[in-house]
C-alpha cells in the first residue's frame, strides 16, 4: 500500500518538513500547496496582470492557487490540514471542508486552544492530532499496521 497524502494549512512553522521527515520509509508522497507567501498572494497579477484594487488582486491569486489546490486534494488519499497559533488560516477551513465533502480520509492537526472554534472542522475528520509526530505515526500504522514504540 501507498499513500499519496496533500498537506495543507499554515505555512510559518515547519510542520510539512516534521512531517515528511518523519515518514522516511513509508511509501508515502506527499504535496502541499505554494508556501512562498509571496509568490502564493502575487501570482494572479504576476501571470495575468496587475490590479488597482487589492479585492482583484487578492481574487486573481486565490482562483490561480485553486487549480493546484483542487488537484492536490483530488487525487491525495489522506488531506492533513494545519491550523496554526499566529494566523486565522481561512483557506486552511475550506481545504478541510473540500476534501470531506469528496469523502478524503481527512487528518486535522491544532493545538488545543483551537478545540473550540474548529469543533465542526474536527468533527468532519477522522483524527484530529495536536502534534506532527502524531500524523506521522497515523501514517505509519496504516501503512504497517503497527503501534509507536
Avoid at 20 to 38: I, R, S
Avoid at 39 to 63: P, R, T
Avoid at 73 to 101: L, S
Wanted: glycine share 8%.
Amino acid at each position: 500500500m501507498s499513500l499519496n497524502v496533500y498537506l495543507s494549512g499554515e505555512i510559518h512553522t515547519d510542520w510539512r518538513e516534521q512531517i515528511t521527515e518523519g515518514a522516511k520509509g513509508l511509501d508515502v508522497v506527499f504535496n502541499n500547496p505554494v508556501t512562498d507567501h509571496d509568490a502564493s498572494d502575487d501570482c494572479g497579477v504576476a501571470i495575468l496582470g496587475a490590479e488597482d484594487q487589492k479585492y482583484w488582486h487578492d481574487h486573481k491569486g486565490a482562483m490561480v492557487n485553486a487549480i493546484r489546490t483542487r488537484k492536490g486534494i483530488a487525487d491525495a488519499d489522506v488531506v492533513v490540514v494545519r491550523f496554526g497559533e499566529k494566523y486565522k488560516q481561512w483557506n486552511a477551513a475550506f481545504d478541510a471542508g473540500y476534501a470531506a465533502a469528496l469523502g478524503k480520509s481527512l487528518i486535522v492537526l491544532h493545538g488545543p486552544e483551537h478545540q473550540h472554534p474548529l469543533k465542526e472542522v474536527d468533527a468532519a475528520a477522522l483524527a484530529v492530532a495536536e502534534e506532527p509526530s502524531q500524523v506521522v505515526e497515523i501514517l505509519r500504522y496504516v501503512l504497517t499496521s503497527k503501534l509507536p514504540a
